[in-house]
C-alpha cells in the first residue's frame, strides 16, 4: 500500500495551496479513510483534517476550519486538500495517511503514511 503526497511549496500569507494524495496502489478510497497530519519544527505532530471512507464526512481540526478544504475523487483514487488564507502558523510538512474506513485523531491509529510535502508560508 503506499501513498504519495505531494502540492507543497512557498506561498505568501493568504495564499492557497492545493495538496494532493495519490493512492498509489492498495487499496481504494471506497474502502480506506484517508488523513493529513502536519508537524512543525519542534512541535508534535497534529491532525489537520480526515475524510472517512463511508460516507466521505469531513473532519477539520479548529485552527483550519473555514479556511481548509477536504475532498476526495474516487475514481482519480486521490484525496485533496485546498487550503485557502494561508497563515505563517500553517508552516510544516504535511504527511497524508490512510486507515480502514474511519478517522481517528490518532495517528498510530494508521497503518499507511505517505512522504511528506513541506508547506512554507512566508512573505
Known amino acids: 500500500v503506499q501513498l504519495q503526497a505531494s502540492g507543497g511549496g512557498l506561498v505568501q500569507p493568504g495564499g492557497s495551496l492545493r495538496l494532493s494524495c495519490a493512492v498509489v496502489?492498495?487499496?481504494?478510497?471506497?474502502?480506506?479513510?484517508i488523513g493529513w497530519f502536519r508537524q512543525a519544527p519542534g512541535q508534535e505532530r497534529e491532525g489537520v483534517s480526515c475524510?472517512?471512507?463511508?460516507?466521505?464526512?469531513?473532519y477539520y481540526e479548529y485552527s483550519v476550519e473555514g479556511r481548509f478544504t477536504i475532498s476526495r475523487d474516487i475514481a482519480k483514487n486521490t484525496v485533496y486538500l485546498q487550503m485557502n488564507s494561508l497563515k505563517p502558523e500553517d508552516t510544516a510538512v504535511y504527511y497524508c495517511?490512510?486507515?480502514?474506513?474511519?478517522?481517528?485523531?490518532?495517528?498510530?491509529?494508521?497503518?499507511?503514511w505517505g512522504q511528506g510535502t513541506l508547506v512554507t508560508v512566508s512573505s
Open positions: 496502489s492498495g487499496f481504494s478510497l471506497d474502502y480506506y479513510a
Open positions: 495517511v490512510g486507515r480502514p474506513t474511519y478517522c481517528s485523531g490518532y495517528y498510530p491509529e494508521y497503518d499507511t
Open positions: 475524510i472517512s471512507s463511508s460516507d466521505g464526512n469531513p
